[in-house]
C-alpha cells in the first residue's frame, strides 16, 4: 500500500506544474499558529505550508512519503531564503523521532498517528488539524470515506490533550473541514518565566 501511495504521488507532483498557495482555510486561522519553536509539518508535500510557518518564525521539519514531494519543498524554502528540514519518512511507520512544539496536518488522516501525537508534543506545544470530515461526501467525490474522520471524532481522538479550539463547517476552500488545536498539558519556558 505505501509503495503504492509513494508512486501515486510522485508521480502526481512530477506531472503537475502546480504551485500550491497557502491554504484560504489555514491562512483565516493564523492567529492560532505559534511564530516560533520547533515544527512538524506532517505530509506537508511540496512545502507549502512549512515555508510560510519558517517565513513566520519557526524552525521546521517537513515530513512526507515522496521524494518529488521533498525537493519541490526544498526548492521552495530555498527560494523563499528560509531553512525547512525534510525528511522522507512512512508515516504508516509512526512520527519521525523528535519533540515538537507544533505539530501541523493539513489533508491527511491516519487514525494511528494521533495516539504518538501527546507524546511527540514539547510541554504547552500545540496540535494543528486541518482536515475534511464525513459531510464533505456529501458535495465533493474526494477524498475517499478512509481518510474522512467523523465530524466530531478527531475530538475523542486526543484524549490526552487539552483541546482549545474546534470547529467544523463549509469553510473558504469549498471543503467540510474540522479544525482541531490542543495542547500539551505543562508549561512553556514563556509561562515557567511568568512564574518567577
Ligand atoms: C493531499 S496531500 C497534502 C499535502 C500537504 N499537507 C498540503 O496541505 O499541501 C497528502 C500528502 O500525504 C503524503 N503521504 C501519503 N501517504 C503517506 C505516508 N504513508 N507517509 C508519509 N506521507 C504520506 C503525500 O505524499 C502527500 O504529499
Known amino acids: 500500500m505505501t509503495q503504492e501511495d509513494r508512486e501515486k504521488w510522485n508521480s502526481k507532483y512530477a506531472t503537475s506544474d502546480l504551485v500550491q498557495e497557502v491554504s484560504k482555510v489555514v491562512l483565516s486561522y493564523e492567529h492560532l499558529f505559534p511564530s516560533s519553536g520547533k515544527a512538524l509539518d506532517v505530509a506537508g508535500g511540496t512545502g507549502r505550508h512549512a515555508v510560510w510557518l519558517a517565513e513566520r518564525g519557526m524552525q521546521v521539519t517537513l515530513v512526507d512519503i515522496s521524494e518529488e514531494a521533498l525537493q519541490r519543498a526544498a526548492l521552495r524554502a530555498k527560494n523563499a531564503g528560509v531553512k525547512v528540514d525534510t525528511i522522507c519518512h512512512d508515516l504508516d511507520d509512526g512520527l519521525p523521532e523528535g519533540k515538537w ?14 495516539s504518538q501525537f501527546g507524546e511527540a508534543l514539547s510541554p504547552g ?35 490526552g490533550l487539552h483541546v482549545v479550539f ?8 469549498g471543503r467540510f473541514d474540522a479544525v482541531l488545536v490542543a495542547e500539551s498539558p505543562g508549561s512553556t519556558l514563556k509561562s515557567d518565566r511568568r512564574q518567577e
Open 101 to 114: 512544539d507544533l505539530i501541523f496536518t493539513n489533508l491527511f488522516f491516519d487514525r494511528r498517528l494521533f
Open 125 to 159: 506545544g500545540r496540535l494543528i488539524v486541518i482536515q475534511p470530515t464525513r459531510t464533505n461526501a456529501t458535495r465533493h467525490a474526494g477524498p475517499p470515506e478512509r481518510f474522512l474522520p467523523g465530524d466530531h471524532e478527531l475530538l475523542e481522538l486526543v484524549p
Open 166 to 173: 474546534y470547529e467544523t463547517g463549509w469553510l473558504q476552500e
